[in-house]
Structure formats: C-alpha cells, structure tokens
C-alpha cells in the first residue's frame, strides 16, 4: 500500500525508483499499482515523472 500523503509518496516512489526500478511502470508493475493514479497525486504538487531521470521532479 502506497502512502496517501502527496509528500511521503514522492519521497517513496523516488526511493524506489532510484534503487530498485529502472522505470515507473516497471515499479508499478511489480507493486501492483496505477500509475495514472500515482502520476495525478503527484501532479497534484507540482511535480512531473522525468523518464530520462527516472524520478519525479
């Protein structure tokens, strides 16, 4: 289960992002996640999914 706190979230998904996923869908794959849901929660302050970066900027 993700974190529901925008903040928390961005702090998580770039964690794992950074050590364990070699992209967004890979991790929402693998936890079971949507990441449209996840891209609008962060969206929601501000902050976009870089590909290139592979992290939420």
């Known amino acids: ?3 529901n706190d925008p ?4 702090s998580y998904i770039n964690t794992k992002l950074r ?3 070699p992209s967004l869908d890979a991790l ?3 936890l079971q ?3 449209t849901a996840i891209e ?3 969206n929601s302050v501000d902050y976009t999914y870089s590909e ?4 939420f900027l």
């Open 1 to 3: 289960m993700l974190p």
């Open 7 to 10: 903040m928390i979230l961005l």
């Open 19 to 21: 050590d364990y996923y």
């Open 28 to 30: 929402c794959d693998d």
């Open 33 to 35: 996640e949507d990441r």
């Open 40 to 42: 609008e929660k962060l």
């Open 52 to 55: 290139e970066l592979n992290r």
